[in-house]
């Protein structure tokens, strides 16, 4: 600044003689600048050269009158904005705001056209002097006089929060207006806005909404209660976007969320009638959306509902799994598991924005329930077993295979999958071999899922038995080319040959075949050991099956499908015409408990009794006669008789099957502590505890007695060794 000045006292001096300033210059000039704030003042600006007047502002300050003018400017404005201030101050209702937003724009025109005059002094003596900027200083005067003046500002302040109340009570209001003081506010600087309107509005609000939210909670159900929170919230989000600064809507909606959800959320999920458990009962997708929405916006929102859902889904899965009636059915007990997780699944995608958390505490529901009830892999399977026998004919591709993944949903929250194993592989056998599966390549895309789910040790067996159907199939062939000329019209033997270790373990049952079939049996006999050698056969006849020709009273010809059992027992009526129950078990030998099931399937059910018996009930007694049923008829020539099956297993097979799945248990429980020991050598009994569960949990849950016993076992087998100082340390042997 120094080193200008000297530039233009040398230019000066090249006048060659002395400028005197004349000793009243500086208030002659002043009068002019003064004069003309006045009249900007007063709207008669049109009237003055701004040139002239930028030109003696500048001299002023070239001359270092820049302290009188600066000092002259507050004075004038601050006249001004008093008059200014009366004139508010009378305007009565509503005009009082338009006054001040009229008097503001003029205030702010009027600062423009100063600052454009006294540009220079903002640019040089301001900066020197550290004072406040022109326009700056119109703003903090206006603040300080209209603003913050004893008659105006409450006045100002519960105009607009009155205002802002009949809003809210659904009245219109000149927003336009609202946004320009609220404007005003925030030209006037940050700490304005919120020292004399933000933080007395957010205070009010809160109150408004504490008596509001509490009158609500009292007469409305929670669905209405949380439109009306819903509501609100997207009024006060409006609200920012129309009139006030946008970092108050953080604010005001926080203020909204706490008192309208957040200090009532235990109350309204539990509310009677109307939580959420009943709109969870009744699928209400829309009200579980508003209730996500709004309580994710809260701390510990989501968890709520998180908490009191997995509850209720906890509450109805036990009453499900421990219902005698569901219990009666197996495939009606799995399609209720399976409609409630369709049911939550939904829920969870169309109202709670496919939340991971929420799907984990499903999942964690579910595999809590279901295992609450030890049938479940038997039933699971049996489900299976009833879909790929009858459930999926005609069901297409990508619907079987929706089903076929529900199932392996279900499979996946077993604790125990080697028990779902031992029957899924009891009623694979029985299908294969009475050839009713629905479909082949839905029954292998299910073992390829289970293989993916829990590796080929799981389902090798299985694969195996598939491979056994093919075989035989082979081996037939061969059969037939050998001895097809002998056979002649007799009656046709088809061999299924199972591999013993992949295929369910039969007890070995006797049944004394019709001598026709016993000669067949040893001709197949001698052909396959002829072919192979080293093996063994053992006839299963429980699990065969025969068509037989028979002709009833009228010459009335039928084809029966019947089980071999019961054709043991139709062809003895060749031979006689009335047999007793204790003839039929002595000729065929068949165990007891098989053969009334056997005689019940022939004689008891409707459409089905090609025989007769006395005395006619539906059970099977020791002292009962049987007769063929001359006057059976039937619209079909094929009719197929089925065995009256046990669909669920008797408390003895139940307690057989426990046992095998028990026995089956113990080397796999040992392989896996060998394992374990051989990396680690050293391990002290807990964490084997905890390793062997870990690496047992994908086949079942290992119990820690048991585990206990395997490791005595192999302590005895010196596999491992106790430590002689720690006796809870064993040790690995090599």
Not at 16 to 38: Q, R, S
Not at 342 to 362: P, R
Request: glycine share 4%; with cysteine; charged share 30%.
């Amino acid at each position: 600044m120094s080193s200008n000045q000297k530039k233009r006292n040398f230019q000066i001096e090249a006048f060659k003689h002395k400028v005197v300033v004349d000793p009243k210059y500086a208030e002659k000039t002043w009068k002019i600048l003064e004069h003309a704030i006045h009249e900007i003042y007063n709207h008669n600006a049109s009237g003055l050269s701004f040139e002239e007047l930028y030109r003696n502002a500048y001299n002023m300050v070239l001359h270092k009158f820049g302290e009188k003018l600066y000092s002259g400017l507050v004075f004038t404005i601050t006249f001004h904005l008093q008059h200014i201030s009366k004139s508010i101050e009378c305007a009565q209702g509503d005009l009082f705001l338009e006054e001040l937003n009229r008097q503001w724009a003029d205030h702010n025109k009027a600062l423009q056209m100063i600052r454009d005059i006294l540009m220079y002094m903002d640019r040089t003596f301001v900066p020197s002097t550290h004072k406040t900027p022109v326009h700056e200083l119109g703003l903090n005067l206006w603040r300080d006089n209209i603003v913050r003046s004893s008659n105006i500002q409450m006045r100002l302040l519960s105009t607009l929060l009155e205002l802002i109340l009949k809003e809210r009570d659904g009245e219109v209001i000149n927003r336009g207006l609202m946004r320009n003081i609220i404007k005003m506010f925030m030209d006037l600087g940050p700490s304005v806005y919120q020292e004399d309107f933000e933080k007395p509005f957010l205070e009010i609000s809160a109150d408004f909404y504490r008596a509001e939210s509490q009158k609500f909670i009292e007469c409305c159900d929670c669905g209405d209660y949380l439109k009306k929170a819903e509501k609100r919230l997207t009024e006060e989000i409006e609200r920012v976007s129309h009139y006030l600064d946008p970092k108050t809507e953080a604010k005001i909606t926080n203020v909204v969320e706490k008192e309208m959800i957040e200090n009532h959320m235990p109350r309204l999920v539990h509310m009677e009638n109307s939580g959420l458990v009943n709109m969870l009962l009744d699928d209400k997708y829309e009200d579980l959306r508003r209730m996500y929405n709004l309580f994710r916006r809260v701390t510990n929102g989501l968890a709520t509902i998180r908490d009191v859902m997995t509850s209720h889904i906890r509450e109805i899965g036990k009453q499900l799994v421990t219902d005698p009636e569901k219990l009666k059915d197996p495939v009606e007990f799995v399609q209720c598991l399976l409609n409630e997780k369709d049911k939550y699944d939904n829920i969870i995608v169309l109202a709670f924005n496919n939340d991971k958390t929420f799907q984990n505490a499903l999942n964690s529901s579910f595999e809590f329930f279901i295992n609450l009830n030890p049938r479940s892999p038997e039933f699971i399977s049996l489900f299976v077993d009833e879909k790929l026998r009858k459930g999926l004919k005609g069901v297409s591709e990508e619907d079987v295979e929706v089903i076929l993944d529900k199932v392996m949903m279900l499979f996946r929250y077993l604790q125990e999958k080697d028990v779902f194993e031992k029957y899924y592989k009891q009623h694979l056998a029985k299908r294969l071999l009475s050839g009713k599966t629905v479909s082949d390549d839905a029954e292998r895309s299910l073992i390829v899922k289970l293989k993916t789910e829990c590796g080929y040790q799981f389902t090798s067996k299985l694969e195996g038995m598939f491979t056994d159907m093919k075989t035989s199939q082979d081996t037939m062939q061969g059969f037939h080319t050998a001895y097809g000329a002998e056979l002649g019209d007799g009656p046709s033997l088809v061999v299924q040959v199972l591999t013993t270790g992949s295929w369910p373990t039969q007890p070995g049952v006797t049944c004394n075949l019709p001598a026709e079939l016993s000669a067949l049996c040893e001709k197949f006999r001698s052909y396959y050991l002829g072919t192979h050698t080293g093996r063994r056969l053992s006839w299963q006849t429980n699990m065969g099956t025969a068509d037989l020709k028979a002709t009833f009273g009228k010459g009335q010809k039928h084809e029966l499908n019947v089980s071999t059992y019961q054709m043991c027992v139709l062809m003895l009526f060749n031979n006689a015409d009335r047999l007793m129950y204790k003839e039929i078990e002595q000729a065929t030998e068949i165990p007891s408990s098989d053969l009334k099931r056997c005689l019940q399937s022939l004689a008891c059910v409707k459409g089905k009794n090609v025989l007769r018996k006395e005395p006619m009930s539906k059970d099977i007694g020791e002292d009962d006669a049987f007769f063929v049923n001359d006057k059976f008829t039937s619209k079909f020539y094929k009719v197929k008789i089925g065995t009256v099956v046990a669909q669920k297993e008797s408390e003895p097979e139940k307690q057989e099957t426990r046992q095998r799945v028990e026995e089956d248990r113990k080397p796999q429980i040992e392989a896996a502590i060998v394992r374990i020991m051989k990396s680690r050598k050293v391990l002290d009994h807990n964490n084997i505890i905890a390793e062997v569960t870990k690496q047992l949990q994908s086949r079942f849950l290992a119990n820690p007695g048991e585990i206990k016993k395997r490791i005595e076992s192999l302590i005895e087998r010196d596999f491992l060794e106790r430590d002689n100082a720690d006796r809870r340390l064993y040790r690995y042997l090599a």
